[in-house]
Nanobody, 128 residues
Framework: QVQVVEAGGGSVQAGGSLRLSCIHS????????MCWFRQAPGKEREGVAL???????SYADSVKGRFTISKDNANNTLYLQMNSLKPEDTAMYYC??????????????????????WGQGTLVTVSS
């Protein structure tokens, strides 16, 4: 059974940076879509960034220009580089893998409902 495990969360001051990582238990190249979602306390889960098997990416408007999603196929690892962090970026961040060919723009705009494999999450806290 495919599993994904996140790491790299923590506490940082506004304006700072963090890099999240996500290790995929199988071959990341066979997974069509790798995604980051987040959920802040009291808020609905939202898409952050996605990358497909060809390397195409899509970002939520709220993180464009600040966050970068990337992957290392050789090490089956997904990354999310987060720069210029804001207090509103505080949330639990989830790594998600899906084997289907999905419309990235549609997925990033949604809540992730129905996506196949979810990690346990890693907490990011940004203080002002």
């Amino acid at each position: 059974q495919v599993q994904v495990v996140e790491a790299g969360g923590g506490s940082v001051q506004a304006g700072g940076s963090l890099r999240l990582s996500c290790i995929h238990s199988e071959y990341i190249t066979t997974t069509y879509c790798m995604c980051w979602f987040r959920q802040a306390p009291g808020k609905e889960r939202e898409g952050v960034a996605l990358i497909d098997s060809d390397g195409s990416t899509s970002y939520a408007d709220s993180v464009k220009g600040r966050f970068t999603i990337s992957k290392d196929n050789a090490n089956n690892t997904l990354y999310l580089q987060m720069n210029s962090l804001k207090p509103e970026d505080t949330a639990m961040y989830y790594c998600v893998a899906d084997s289907r060919a999905l419309a990235l723009e549609v997925v990033v705009a949604g809540t992730g409902r129905g996506l196949e494999v979810w990690g346990q999450g890693t907490l990011v806290t940004v203080s002002s």
